[in-house]
């Protein structure tokens, strides 16, 4: 049984950071893309980045660039967000994702998807 678990999510003032983590179970964690996406009230899931099989390549949305990074540990399973230097505007649920491709992620096009946490940002 496939299953991705995010935790780490809250809530947290303007300038802040917070680390997301997202536990992955049930298929062969290291041959797969895995990503962040995220989706606020009202608007539609966006891209927020991903990390390639072995975690040598990360790419980003230019509205986290910068102030986002994701890490992976292929022994651990685990995909990690570390979100620095948080704003308003970063407020959504996030979601972690597994997919074969890089431009297919890019794409939303993912074979699993996690349940998501929220994480909201105070002004």
């Known amino acids: 049984q496939v299953q991705l678990v995010e935790s780490g999510g809250g809530l947290v003032q303007a300038g802040g950071s917070l680390r997301l983590s997202c536990a992955a179970s049930?298929?062969?964690?290291?041959?797969?893309?895995m990503a962040w996406f995220r989706q606020a009230p009202g608007k539609e899931r966006e891209f927020v980045g991903r990390?390639?099989?072995?975690?040598?390549?990360?790419y980003y949305a230019d509205s986290v660039k910068g102030r986002f990074t994701i890490s992976r540990d292929n022994a651990k399973n685990t995909v990690y967000l570390q979100m620095n230097s948080l704003k308003p505007e970063d407020t959504a649920v996030y979601y972690c994702?597994?997919?074969?491709?890089?431009?297919?992620?890019?794409?939303?096009?993912?074979?699993?998807w996690g349940q998501g946490t929220q994480v909201t940002v105070s002004s």
């Open positions: 994702a597994a997919g074969r491709t890089a431009t297919g992620v890019l794409l939303h096009a993912v074979d699993y």
């Open positions: 049930g298929f062969t964690f290291s041959s797969y893309v």
């Open positions: 990390i390639m099989w072995s975690g040598a390549g990360t």
